[in-house]
């Protein structure tokens, strides 16, 4: 479906800070990688070689940086195409507007406050003394326990579940199948079983977070499990009772974080990285794919592997491992021959 919006290649690099080489007047109706772009898309380029497939592309006109010349595009010279691709891609998909107003099949508790802007789509469940701010969405079949807050422009898309008393900032996107506030896992053992540590914290996550689908965030044990500002997780992201994520942390898929652990500000947790309960993870730390970390990581630093130590360190390791096993096999294959 045509996207309902036009703009010219002159308003674009107005927007977005740069300048415009070309016609400054050719309309652009979408935005689309080079190998699906047609007349009127945008596109942008980065090295050589996306360059070269976004000129010889259908696209009208291509962001790029530095000193790229086409005969047959017009061209919007940036600081960096992928921000400006970022800034630009929600003008021509503009993000669906709110509905205000509650589904009949939906059920709210008297006492919850919902801002008369929020939208309560069909099956959800708003628990009593539960506040809903302007312009929030609850897609459908969302369950908001009790005493819970969510603030402006929030957005929970179908299944979400949010546990008692568990606080969403502004800005915050919760995606499909994903669970805030459950028990953390705290167990102590007596008497030849295991018996429940109650789990009577709470679940903060503040503005700007995005968390992706089935993810869970498990409430605190005594004191409360902390998102902080602009962090965005993946999908399939398990995180731990009494955790303390920093501001503005990139988290990806599979990663499992186990209870109590404090991560800085700025850090970047690759796929499938395991860390270890009460560990700290410096500021602008970066664990690498498949990490197993079990000691603090100082901060500023890159590690990986299992047990995760530096990156430099871990690769040394592994190629001196595979020098030693095709070392052991050559020895074995000469024994042999004696």
């Not at 953390?184 to 109650?198: D, N, T």
């Not at 993870?281 to 047990?307: C, Q, Y």
Request: glycine share 14%.
């Amino acid at each position: 479906m045509a996207n309902p919006v036009t703009f010219t290649a002159e308003y674009l690099a107005n927007y977005l800070g740069g300048e415009v080489i070309g016609d400054g007047a050719v309309p652009l109706t979408g935005f689309a990688s080079a190998e699906r772009a047609r007349a009127g898309d945008l596109t942008f380029a980065e090295k050589d070689a996306s360059f070269a497939a976004a000129d010889a592309s259908g696209a009208s006109a291509v962001l790029i940086a530095g000193s790229f010349v086409s005969t047959t595009k017009v061209l919007i010279r940036v600081a960096n195409p992928r921000v400006a691709a970022a800034r630009a891609i929600p003008l021509f998909f503009p993000p669906e507007e709110p509905v205000p107003g509650i589904h009949p099949s939906a059920v709210i508790a008297l006492s919850a406050r919902v801002d008369a802007t929020a939208q309560i789509g069909p099956g959800c469940v708003v628990h009593a003394g539960v506040t809903i701010g302007a312009r929030s969405v609850l897609t459908g079949g969302n369950h908001v326990g009790r005493d819970c807050e969510i603030g402006d422009d929030a957005r929970l898309l179908p299944n979400v579940v949010l546990y008692a008393r568990t606080r969403v900032g502004h800005r915050v996107t919760i995606h499909a199948g994903t669970v805030i506030g459950s028990d953390g896992y705290g167990y102590v053992f007596a008497e030849g079983r295991h018996l429940k540590m109650p789990q009577v914290g709470n679940v903060i996550i503040q503005d700007d977070v995005e968390i992706g689908a089935n993810t869970t965030i498990d409430r605190g044990g005594t004191r409360d499990t902390v998102i902080g500002e602009g962090t965005k997780i993946d999908n399939l992201v398990q995180i731990g009772h009494n955790c303390s994520i920093g501001r503005h942390c990139f988290i990806v898929s599979q990663t499992g974080i186990s209870g109590s652990v404090e991560v800085g500000d700025y850090v970047m947790l690759g796929g499938q990285v395991g860390i270890a309960d009460h560990l700290t993870i410096g500021e602008g730390a970066r664990l690498k794919a498949r990490s197993g970390v079990i000691t603090d990581v100082p901060a500023n630093e890159e590690w990986g592997g299992f047990p995760a130590r530096p990156f430099r360190e871990w690769l040394r390791a592994e190629a001196m491992i595979g020098r030693m096993a095709r070392g052991g096999k050559g020895r074995q294959k000469a024994e042999g021959d004696e």
